[in-house]
């Protein structure tokens, strides 16, 4: 059996100088381009670089975002991730078109040295800004497909969880018709949802206000007849 030979001194110490000598970047440049390293993003999906400062607005854009569409399930945080990165992107694109044509801005004097410098800046990126409409084609039509789903789910878990409040609401009145006390230490579960009793007790106390509210509507009570007196 052959084994290998142990590395010798001399090869250690050259080992050893060698990672001392590559401790990573240390000019400016090299060290701005490792700060992005492993952060991901981009119009496409596939490879860009956030700044530790950029990533914290991503953060907070998408999370805001996320918090604003409400999702509650699984799937519907997915879809509403997919919405929030999809937007980020979507301004980024909107704001390096815009970052073009005030470059052509900048170095202009007069109105007339702008649009011609800006009719320059379309001219001469044009491959670029046409990229750039078709990206945002594709993530505006990915956010409306995403938005549409997400809506579809959110509103069948609404219907699916408003039935099943109703059979709640209707199991707990007829348990209070046979003469049941009303437990508040075991929730019903109904179709996997569960329901405090305080919540259906809420809920048949607004059912029975609205019953009110309709029928004073309908049947409005009539107005007092005013007794009129003679003149004296």
């Given at each position: 059996?052959?084994?290998?030979?142990p590395i010798s001194?001399?090869?250690?110490?050259?080992?050893?100088?060698?990672?001392?000598?590559?401790?990573?970047?240390?000019?400016?440049a090299g060290k701005?381009?490792?700060?992005?390293?492993?952060?991901?993003?981009?119009?496409?999906?596939?490879?860009?670089?956030?700044?530790?400062?950029?990533?914290?607005?991503?953060?907070?854009?998408?999370?805001?975002?996320?918090?604003?569409?409400?999702?509650?399930?699984?799937?519907?945080?997915?879809?509403?991730?997919?919405?929030?990165?999809?937007?980020?992107?979507?301004?980024?694109?909107?704001?390096?078109?815009?970052?073009?044509?005030?470059e052509a801005a900048?170095?202009?004097?007069?109105?007339?040295?702008?649009?011609?410098?800006?009719?320059?800046?379309?001219?001469?990126?044009?491959?670029?800004?046409?990229?750039?409409?078709?990206?945002?084609?594709?993530?505006?039509?990915?956010?409306?497909?995403?938005?549409?789903?997400?809506?579809?789910?959110?509103?069948?878990?609404?219907?699916?969880?408003?039935?099943?409040?109703?059979?709640?609401?209707?199991?707990?009145?007829?348990?209070?018709?046979?003469?049941?006390?009303?437990?508040?230490?075991?929730?019903?579960?109904?179709?996997?949802?569960?329901?405090?009793?305080?919540?259906?007790?809420?809920?048949?106390?607004?059912?029975?206000?609205?019953?009110?509210?309709?029928?004073?509507?309908?049947?409005?009570?009539?107005?007092?007849?005013?007794?009129?007196?003679?003149?004296?």
């Open positions: 059996m052959k084994t290998e030979n001194d001399k090869q250690l110490d050259a080992n050893r100088r060698n990672a001392q000598n590559s401790t990573g970047p240390r000019g400016e701005k381009i490792a700060s992005h390293n492993s952060l991901r993003h981009g119009f496409t999906g596939k490879v860009n670089l956030l700044t530790p400062e950029n990533r914290e607005a991503h953060e907070k854009f998408c999370n805001e975002l996320i918090e604003c569409l409400k999702p509650e399930t699984p799937m519907e945080q997915q879809f509403a991730h997919s919405i929030a990165e999809d937007s980020w992107r979507l301004n980024g694109l909107r704001a390096a078109e815009n970052n073009i044509l005030a900048a170095y202009s004097r007069t109105e007339i040295e702008e649009a011609v410098n800006t009719a320059h800046a379309f001219i001469d990126h044009a491959k670029e800004l046409q990229l750039f409409s078709l990206y945002e084609q594709r993530i505006n039509r990915a956010i409306h497909k995403n938005l549409t789903e997400l809506k579809a789910l959110q509103s069948e878990r609404k219907a699916e969880r408003s039935n099943a409040l109703e059979e709640a609401k209707l199991m707990t009145q007829l348990s209070l018709a046979k003469g049941a006390a009303a437990s508040s230490e075991a929730d019903p579960v109904v179709n996997g949802f569960v329901f405090s009793t305080a919540e259906i007790n809420a809920a048949i106390d607004r059912d029975n206000r609205l019953k009110q509210a309709r029928d004073l509507n309908s049947n409005p009570p009539a107005a007092p007849r005013r007794h009129l007196t003679k003149a004296a």
